[in-house]
């Protein structure tokens, strides 16, 4: 079965320093990839996405992700954060098995950005 | 376009009542997909409903159960609260291959 691992429960960044946060899927069948993220007291967005075609993907607001089919990751990169992106950060993976139906979470990353 | 909306946005039951929790998906999409994420157990798949018909759910007992309207909307009750129950509910429609979460109904079971 299909799991997903955020390596690091929380990380602490000084504000306009670069940030990776990890995750690393567990099966190799066709999969689609996601990154969400929650601030306090609120619901999930998706912040982006890889189905197919460019192995790095992009946000709107500076994210970047990169699949790696053999290392089985997808890795969320960003060079200078904000404070304004201190907030927990959710890798997802659906695959080919579930019909890309069913969404598989990591335990999340606490990203903390101080002054 | 509106988004998936969820209500209500709190709700306090006793131990032992039922709970029901309602969502809109974003308009003229057929799909709503449900998820738990409790203190300390995360993201949980819940059930997802397509066309009206229930398609697949998660490692959950039968007290949780929903169902689809016509219009796409979709009901998750839950039946013989227990305190583990006390969590966030979300509701995501499908679009494009992504999700898009709706911003949840938060349970609390006393």
């Known amino acids: 079965a299909q799991s997903v691992t955020q390596l690091d429960s929380q990380v602490p960044v000084f504000e306009e320093a670069p940030v990776e946060l990890r995750c690393n899927y567990s099966?190799?069948?066709?999969?689609?990839l996601f990154w969400y993220v929650q601030y306090p007291n609120q619901g999930l967005q998706l912040l982006l996405k890889?189905?197919?075609?460019?192995?790095l993907v992009e946000s709107i607001n500076g994210f970047e992700a990169e699949f790696n089919k053999s290392q089985t990751s997808f890795h969320l990169r960003k060079p200078s954060v904000h404070i304004s992106d201190t907030a927990e950060y959710f890798c997802?993976?659906?695959?080919?098995?579930?019909?890309?139906?069913?969404?598989?979470f990591g335990a999340g990353t606490r990203l903390a950005v101080h002054p | 376009e509106a988004g998936v909306t969820q209500s209500p946005t709190h709700l306090i039951k006793t131990r032992g009542q039922q709970a029901t929790l309602r969502c809109s998906p974003i308009?003229?999409?057929?799909?709503v997909y449900w998820y738990q994420q409790a203190l300390g157990l995360g993201l949980q798949f819940l059930l997802w409903?397509?066309?009206?018909?229930?398609?697949n759910r998660g490692n959950f007992p039968p007290r949780f159960s929903g169902r689809q309207f016509p219009n796409y909307s979709s009901e998750l009750n839950v039946n013989a609260l227990e305190l583990e129950d006390s969590a966030l509910y979300l509701c995501?429609?499908?679009?494009?291959?992504?999700?898009?979460f709706g911003p949840g109904t938060r349970l609390t079971v006393t």
């Open positions: 099966s190799s069948v066709s999969v689609y």
């Open positions: 997802a993976v659906s695959d080919r098995d579930g019909g890309y139906n069913k969404l598989i």
């Open positions: 995501a429609s499908r679009v494009g291959g992504g999700q898009y």
């Open positions: 890889y189905l197919s075609g460019s192995t």
């Open positions: 308009s003229g999409h057929t799909s």
């Open positions: 409903y397509d066309e009206g018909e229930e398609r």
